[in-house]
């Protein structure tokens, strides 16, 4: 079992640009959740996906979306990218309770 | 709106030690309560999860206890070794906001040998 994976690794955008970001969620899950966590901070929650539909969200502008495919993978996409979007994007994935991370996506914004 | 709290923000012992790390939270309505570890720029790692219905779980040298009443938890370490150094990170899951986590801002952990 590969875990939860994310890709890619490091990423560097300038002001304004869009950005992907994709995660694979551990064998047998079937809700994928993105936290974006900024230096010193603890991650901060954007959105739950489950059945291909967002089933809940965090206090995330609509610059940030998101996307779950029938294999219960997912993307999070961020458009016209601000400096304060710099930060590690998690991805966690879970069947019942238990909550289980990727290593991140480290995004930085110049 | 749930606020979880972590104390201290910081920490260093000696290799051996015994230590515990605390997080409060403000609403005890919550479904379970998870204790991470997170290494310098890496993802997070699931150490224990406490249902709400539990007290304790333990696993090898850690133990987390959960007292929902006066919302607090705490991770004990015992016999700390340097390898335990990293950032420790509590998070709550509430029964009124499904899966979401809520997270306090970490314990960072240094074990001197």
């Known amino acids: 079992d590969a875990g939860v994976t994310q890709s890619p690794t490091h990423l560097i955008k300038t002001r304004g640009q869009q950005v992907t970001l994709r995660c694979s969620p551990k064998?047998?899950?079937?809700?994928v959740s993105w936290y974006q966590q900024a230096l010193g901070q603890g991650p901060q929650f954007i959105f739950q996906y489950y059945e291909e539909e967002e089933r809940q969200r965090g206090n995330f502008p609509d610059r940030f979306s998101g996307h779950q495919f029938p294999n219960y993978s997912s993307e999070l996409n961020v458009n016209a990218l601000l400096l304060g979007d710099s930060a590690l994007y998690l991805c966690?994935?879970?069947?019942?309770?238990?909550?289980?991370f990727g290593p991140g996506t480290r995004l930085t914004v110049l | 709106k749930q606020e979880v709290t972590q104390i201290p923000a910081a920490l260093s012992v000696p290799e051996g030690e015994n230590l515990v790390l605390n997080c409060s939270f403000t609403?005890?309505?919550?479904?379970?309560l998870q204790w991470f570890r997170q290494d310098p720029g890496k993802g997070l790692t699931s150490l224990l999860l406490?249902?709400?219905?539990?007290r304790e779980q333990t696993s090898g040298r850690l133990n987390a206890s959960l007292d929902k009443s006066s919302g607090r938890s705490t991770l004990y370490i015992a016999a700390s070794q340097p390898g335990d150094s990293a950032t420790y990170l509590c998070a709550v899951s509430s029964h009124n906001q499904g899966g979401k986590l809520i997270f306090g801002q970490g314990t960072e952990l240094s074990v001197k040998p």
């Open positions: 609403d005890s309505a919550i479904y379970n």
């Open positions: 406490i249902q709400s219905s539990q």
């Open positions: 064998s047998g899950h079937d809700t």
């Open positions: 966690a994935s879970s069947l019942v309770g238990e909550q289980f």
